[in-house]
């Protein structure tokens, strides 16, 4: 019994984001720097919960700020979030491999807002329905826009590559 | 005419209903056979009823499905109904249903009952004879139930919160509240006219990790929103949890506190079973092994002292099951049950003790809301996060509360959010487990403890 989330309109449907689920703040890896604000959720009708709530946990243990939307999100409640909540990066789940279909529109979304152009863009999970392989899947994702593509990688893997992703950048930054 | 029957002539006026009898359903409960009635079983049979899942979109399928299951020495069937009904998209289900009857594929994970009709699904349940209990997941079931009832399918799975929690991530909760007294209601009404309807409320909730206590807690919520609705056969249940002692000390504690409060809303003459579902959580691929998982169940089942069991099948990792794959659970189950003999009675007073102390602490929190009814005051109170279920997708649940195994695979709280678990019996849950550990080492913890079976 696992039925489709219900597609029913009400007013809590304005965007919601949950507080933290982490026990014990451990101080942001980036010494000096503010706390980098993540966006998180499940894209497309996914109601695939249990990664979700446990990438809130582990984000929030790493130090971040986590605005997590939850399941069944659209392409287009993620960018309003994160321009909302003034993002740093935008962590997008899937599944059930719903993303593939999403993905194309992620550049046409994120160009309507300018102020989006430094946001570090992120998708894990199972990225495709049915099989296929990281060679021909990540380099799609990252022309739909991506810069860090996760297909079928554990949990700590992936914020690690986020992690070492972000100082890069931030290196970047300090030496332009 | 009264309120409710105004809202049910509305409900029963929608186009997918081929012209709804009143009085013919009515004549019909009235005469049918006892044996379409769980109630009935429930209190003749000693034995432990099994009752499988299952459903598929045409009746050719599922009569053949019951067929199986009859020969697998079935005691309940199921009637599992498909995802659009379940969301009240009658339109999709008749497609879909059409598209099913005219090629081999199903396209639908159900039977859609409403589009069936009560006419024609009827014959089926007549001709079976056995009880059938609905499965379903809706938040608004008024239409899907009155077509149950008047099929002769006469025990009603679900409940405003357990059919909300895990499967919804915004469906307003307090509109179902009010669609699921409208079920009560019907299934009240219908209960003075023959031998009782039977409620039964889904205790696995998200069946990741959820504690005892939040579990009992909202079995007695459920039972009791029912109860004062007129209600009189009652079904709390709840998923084999991974610990056989916190299975055992669940089921005492569920049916104790059953009684108990049961008693202090005066419905003391209501019947209340337990039901135990087999492992809800993800289950191996390995279909030997998963054979070995059910069984184990069915053992825990009886040491719980179940009055009906429902199964898994050795499919369960791979899709929806085949209809032999699904009655060979059944009749490997009643062979279990069958042979097993001389049960040692397990107390863990400590356990009962701590467990009982949790559910009264967050009831008491529940009834002292301010709220002038029932449904307001657990309604307001997963608002506020003194219910919390961890896992829940749902927008309204508080998702504060975090739980991992001890060592014996207990499910403990190691922290409590607004759930008002008294201050010894938290330190008690903390204490038995290992909390010297960075998050990101309790993170894997958690994952390692929701993947226990596989």
């Not at chain 2, 209190?43 to 067929?67: H, I, N, S």
């Not at chain 2, 699904?121 to 139930?145: E, Q, Y």
Request: with cysteine; proline share 4%.
């Amino acid at each position: 019994m696992r039925p489709k989330d219900l597609a029913v309109s009400h007013e809590d449907t304005i965007i919601w984001v949950s507080g933290s689920i982490g026990f014990d703040k451990i101080p942001s890896i980036f010494e000096g720097s503010p706390t980098m604000k993540v966006v998180t959720g499940v894209i497309g009708n996914d109601i695939h919960v249990v990664a979700n709530r446990l990438m809130d946990l582990s984000l929030n243990a790493r130090g971040y700020e986590v605005f997590n939307l939850g399941v069944n999100t659209h392409l287009e409640e993620f960018f309003d979030a994160a321009v909302e909540t003034g993002a740093d990066i935008l962590l997008i789940s899937s599944l059930n491999g719903e993303a593939e279909g999403w993905g194309r529109e992620v550049k046409i979304h994120k160009a309507k807002y300018k102020s989006l152009d430094g946001l570090t863009m992120m998708i894990g999970g199972n990225l495709t329905v049915g099989s296929g392989n990281a060679d021909d899947i990540v380099p799609r994702f990252k022309n739909y826009g991506f810069d860090l593509v996760c297909h079928q990688i554990d949990l700590n893997t992936g914020l690690d590559m986020l992690e070492a992703h972000l100082q890069e950048k931030l290196q970047e930054e300090s030496q332009a | 005419m009264s309120q409710l029957q105004e809202e049910r002539e509305i409900i029963l006026g929608n186009e997918n209903v081929d012209s709804f009898d009143f009085d013919e359903v009515r004549e019909f409960v009235k005469g049918a056979d006892e044996q379409l009635f769980i109630s009935h079983h429930f209190d003749t049979k000693d034995k432990m009823l099994v009752q499988p899942r299952g459903g598929f979109p045409t009746y050719e399928k599922q009569f053949a499905l019951y067929e199986f299951f009859v020969d697998a020495n079935v005691d309940v069937l199921p009637l599992t109904i498909d995802s659009n009904t379940r969301l009240n998209d009658y339109t999709t289900a008749k497609k879909m249903l059409r598209l099913s009857e005219a090629n081999e594929i199903d396209m639908l994970n159900g039977y859609p009952l409403v589009n069936h009709g009560y006419r024609s699904t009827r014959k089926m349940m007549t001709h079976f004879n056995h009880p059938v209990s609905l499965r379903h997941g809706t938040p608004d079931a008024r239409l899907l139930i009155e077509i149950a009832i008047a099929s002769g399918i006469f025990e009603i799975e679900g409940g405003p919160i357990t059919y909300l929690l895990p499967y919804s991530k915004n469906f307003p909760l307090d509109k179902a509240f009010l669609y699921w007294k409208y079920v009560e209601r019907v299934c009240a009404d219908y209960s003075t006219l023959n031998k009782p309807i039977n409620r039964e409320s889904f205790g696995p909730l998200t069946a990741t990790l959820v504690p005892p206590s939040i579990t009992i807690v909202i079995q007695l919520l459920e039972m009791l929103l029912s109860l004062e609705e007129g209600v009189k056969s009652f079904s709390v249940s709840f998923a084999q949890q991974g610990s056989m002692i916190q299975d055992i000390v669940t089921g005492k504690v569920t049916r104790a506190l059953a009684k108990h409060y049961a008693a202090q809303i005066g419905c003391e003459d209501a019947a209340i079973h337990l039901v135990y579902h087999q492992w809800m959580g993800a289950f191996p691929t390995n279909r030997d092994s998963a054979d070995q998982l059910i069984n184990m169940s069915t053992v825990i089942a009886s040491m719980v002292g179940a009055d009906k069991i429902i199964t898994k099948t050795r499919e369960e990792a791979v899709g929806i099951p085949t209809k032999e794959a699904n009655a060979q659970t059944v009749a490997n189950t009643q062979y279990t049950l069958n042979i097993l003999g001389g049960l040692p009675a397990i107390v863990d007073e400590q356990e009962e003790e701590i467990l009982t102390a949790e559910v009264h602490a967050i009831m008491e929190a529940v009834f002292n809301d301010p709220a002038d009814t029932l449904w307001r005051k657990v309604f307001n109170s997963i608002k506020s996060g003194v219910i919390d279920v961890p896992f829940s997708p749902h927008i309204i649940n508080h998702n504060e509360m975090i739980t991992i195994r001890d060592a014996q695979k207990n499910i403990r709280i190691i922290k409590r959010g607004n759930v008002p678990i008294p201050d010894r019996c938290f330190e008690y849950e903390k204490s038995c487990c290992d909390l010297n550990k960075d998050t990101t080492s309790i993170v894997n913890d958690i994952i390692q403890d929701i993947g226990i079976m596989q």
